[in-house]
């Protein structure tokens, strides 16, 4: 769990105050309670991370379970308004800026979306369901992604639509 910490508090630039470095630190703590043997106090180190998880939610405006799966080098640019599924996995080096959405497109189908390596979230993106962004993908600001995304495009527009990042 430090390690994992170190790794953050360098992927932010030593910047403590940054609220997605909190949110992160939390995140850390939550996939860390699961390693404890213990039940007993596997069940106390839950029930503090349950009550941190809630109050950085409430401050910083981020919902990010620690049921995620994320790569190193993960960044929350900006916070407020993201909503992350405990269902959706990220690659190494993406990054998310406020007001997106990576989640479930029906609730009856808990499937979120698999996150390449190297992509880049805009502000207010949805990007929804059962669904793989692949490698070097740069999703549009306000952009509703419910489609796979090829390596190497960019995904603008409400439907998005997938365009090659080269031509």
């Known amino acids: 769990m430090f390690e994992s910490i170190r790794k953050d508090f360098q992927t932010y630039q030593g910047d403590w105050a940054a609220q997605g470095f909190w ?4 995140y850390r703590f939550g996939r860390w309670r ?5 039940t ?11 009550v941190v998880y809630k109050v950085i939610q409430i401050i910083t405006g981020i919902e990010f379970p620690c049921e995620v799966e994320v790569g190193d080098d993960f960044i929350i640019d900006h916070f407020g308004g993201i909503v992350i ?3 959706a996995k990220f690659g190494h080096r993406c990054r998310i800026r406020n007001g997106v959405v990576v989640g479930l497109k029906d609730v ?10 190297d992509v880049d979230i805009g502000a207010g993106a949805k990007v929804l369901g059962n669904i793989k962004i692949g490698n070097r993908v740069s999703i549009g600001a306000n952009a509703v992604v ?5 390596d190497d495009s960019i995904a603008v527009g409400v439907p998005a639509l997938i365009k090659p990042k080269y031509k």
Do not use: E, H, Q
């Open 85 to 87: 599924s405990g269902y």
């Open 40 to 50: 007993i106090l596997r069940k106390f180190f839950s029930f503090i991370y349950k």
């Open 23 to 26: 949110v992160m630190i939390v």
């Open 146 to 150: 419910l489609c796979d995304v090829p």
């Open 34 to 38: 699961y390693t404890i043997k213990p």
């Open 108 to 117: 009856n189908n808990p499937a979120a979306p698999w996150i390449g390596d």
